[in-house]
C-alpha cells in the first residue's frame, strides 16, 4: 500500500529499496515486490478505520457539546473540538500505526513474512507497551491528528457557513465537496513535517542498532539540520492525492449519514 511514508523514511546510504520519485517507487514496488506489494500492511488501517471514524466524528460531536458551555465564537469552537478530537484519535490509532508503519518498512529485514498479529506480538515482547514499544511515536502522532483535524473540521465548518448553500442537488455537492477537498488538503500541507517526524521515529533507523530519531522536535530538528526544510514535507503529493478527495468523501459521508439518524431515530 504506496503511502507518503515511503518517501519519509530516512534510508541508508545506496539502499537499494529508496525512492527518487512516486513514479520511481511505483515501478520498484511492482517490480521487486509484485502487485500485492502496493497492499502490504493493509491489515491495520482496515482494522483500525472503522474505529478511527467513529472516534473522529463521535467526539468531535461530544467536544462541541462541551464547548457549547463556554459560550465561545462558533469559528474558535470547531477548532477546539478538532483539535480535541484529533488528540483522542492519536491516542487510539497509534498502535496501530507502529506495527502498519514496522510491516511496511521493515519487510527486508524479516526472515520470514509476518502477519499483522505476529508482528505486534513481536513488538509488545521485545519493546512492551510504552513509548519504546507499541506506543512509540505518539506524541509526533498527537502532533499530526490534532493538527489535522483542527484544520479539517475548523476550515470546512467555517467556511460552509461562509458559502452560501445552492438549491441545486449537485451545485449544493460541489460546495461541499470542494470545502471538503480544501479541508484535507490544508490540514496535510500544515501537518506533514509531524508526519515524517512520526514515520522516521516508527520506522527503521539509519543505522541498525542504534537509534537515532527518539523524540517529535528533537527529530523534526534533525531532519531540518540534515536534509533541509523541504525534507519535512516529503510525501506531501501522496499524502494530498489521499487526504484531500478522502477527506471531503469522508465529511459527504459523515453529513448524510448523521442527517439520517437525526431523522430516524
Known amino acids: 500500500m504506496l503511502e507518503s511514508r515511503w518517501f519519509q523514511v530516512k534510508r541508508a546510504e545506496m539502499d537499494p529499496h529508496s525512492y527518487k520519485s512516486l513514479g520511481d517507487s511505483f515501478r520498484m514496488i511492482f517490480r521487486t515486490e509484485g502487485l500485492f506489494g502496493f497492499y502490504k500492511g493493509i491489515l491495520p488501517p482496515i482494522l483500525a ?3 478511527k471514524c467513529a472516534v473522529k466524528f463521535s467526539t468531535f460531536e461530544q467536544y462541541k ?3 457549547g458551555y463556554l459560550s465561545l465564537p462558533p469559528r474558535l469552537t470547531f477548532a477546539i473540538a478538532g483539535l480535541g478530537t484529533g488528540i483522542t484519535e492519536a491516542i487510539v490509532i497509534n498502535p496501530f500505526e507502529v506495527v502498519k508503519v514496522g510491516l511496511q518498512v521493515n519487510q527486508n529485514t524479516f526472515t520470514k513474512p509476518l502477519s499483522t498479529f ?10 512492551g507497551l510504552g513509548i519504546q514499544g507499541l506506543n512509540k511515536g505518539l506524541t509526533a502522532t498527537l502532533g499530526r491528528h490534532g493538527i ?9 465548518h467555517n467556511v460552509k457557513n461562509i458559502i452560501p448553500a445552492s438549491t441545486d442537488p449537485t451545485l449544493e455537492f460541489l460546495r461541499k465537496f470542494g470545502i471538503g477537498f480544501l479541508s484535507g488538503t490544508i ?5 506533514i513535517p509531524f508526519d515524517v517526524a512520526k514515520t522516521r521515529i516508527q520506522g527503521p533507523q539509519p543505522v541498525p542498532g542504534e537509534i537515532k530519531y527518539r523524540n517529535c522536535f528533537k527529530t523534526m530538528a534533525t531532519v531540518y539540520q540534515e ?17 484531500g478527495p ?17 431523522e430516524n431515530w
Open 49 to 51: 478505520e472503522t474505529p
Open 65 to 67: 457539546k462541551l464547548l
Open 118 to 127: 505476529a508482528y505486534a506480538r513481536q513488538i509488545i515482547k521485545k519493546e
Open 148 to 156: 489535522f483535524n483542527m484544520v479539517y473540521f475548523g476550515f470546512y
Open 187 to 191: 490540514g496535510s500541507v500544515l501537518n
Open 227 to 243: 536534509e533541509g526544510i523541504l525534507a519535512l514535507y516529503k510525501g506531501l503529493v501522496p499524502k494530498v492525492m489521499r487526504l
Open 246 to 262: 478522502g477527506g471531503a468523501v469522508m465529511l459527504l459521508v459523515y453529513e448524510h449519514t448523521y442527517a439520517w439518524l437525526q
